[in-house]
């Protein structure tokens, strides 16, 4: 079984200020790491993700989150975010090669950027 | 390159109804995962299908049950709808029993009254 904690439930930041979500999450079983975006009253984009391979990983967006498997943290950072960028941010793990996919998320982070 | 869509977008239905909720998967996409999204909090997993079979289950009563069919589109049914059922249900898609990376339909929102 896994668990994520996301430990801010709410992050204001300036416009283009940097920006970091902090994810971490626990598991008995190696997991594949996964941040997504909800901008309000749609569904769950993918963010990024990561599988395997290098620890840092990007979107096309400017995002960037480092897998730290010795402090089981998947943190998101942004070095200058955009008034867009306004939306709620969920991590979400599964485990590797187990039985199906299934994803647990954590509670979400609200970023709100101010002009 | 056809992403996942659900239907409807937002239903209103009273308590003790039921209800069924419609998941197009992705082009290529075989396995489709619904999942509950409350009110201020994040998604949490009701179950999969993959070949037409229920293969995984979160902690939801029986009251929640789906199916798949043979195009993979997939139907989410809940009976005696209660109050706490208000929510988004989102629909996700991936490529085979096990595929690492799951896309999201837009939801559907249910308020239950």
């Known amino acids: 079984a896994q668990s994520v904690t996301q430990l801010d439930s709410q992050v204001p930041v300036f416009e283009e200020a940097p920006v970091e979500l902090r994810c971490n999450y626990s598991?008995?079983?190696?997991?594949?790491l996964f941040w997504y975006v909800q901008y309000p009253n749609q569904g769950l984009q993918l963010l990024l993700k990561?599988?395997?391979?290098?620890?840092l990983v990007e979107s096309i967006n400017g995002f960037e989150a480092e897998f730290n498997k010795s402090q089981t943290s998947f943190h998101l950072r942004k070095p200058s975010v955009h008034i867009s960028d306004t939306a709620e941010y969920f991590c979400a793990v599964s485990g590797v090669k187990a039985a199906g996919n299934k994803l647990t998320f954590g509670g979400g982070t609200r970023v709100l950027v101010k002009p | 390159d056809a992403g996942v869509t659900q239907s409807p977008t937002h239903l209103i239905k009273t308590r003790g109804q039921q209800v069924t909720l419609r998941c197009s998967p992705k082009?290529?996409?075989?396995?489709v995962s619904w999942y509950q999204q409350a009110l201020g909090q994040g998604p949490q997993f009701i179950f999969q299908?993959?070949?037409?079979?229920?293969?995984q289950r979160g902690n939801f009563p029986d009251r929640f049950s789906g199916h798949q069919f043979p195009n993979y589109s997939s139907e989410l049914n809940v009976n005696a709808l209660l109050l706490g059922d208000s929510a988004l249900y989102l629909c996700?898609?991936?490529?085979?029993?096990?595929?690492?990376?799951?896309?999201f339909g837009p939801g559907t929102r249910l308020l239950v009254l």
């Open positions: 082009s290529g996409h075989d396995t």
């Open positions: 598991s008995s079983v190696s997991v594949y």
């Open positions: 299908y993959y070949e037409e079979e229920e293969r």
């Open positions: 990561y599988l395997s391979g290098s620890t």
């Open positions: 996700a898609s991936s490529q085979g029993w096990g595929g690492e990376t799951q896309y």
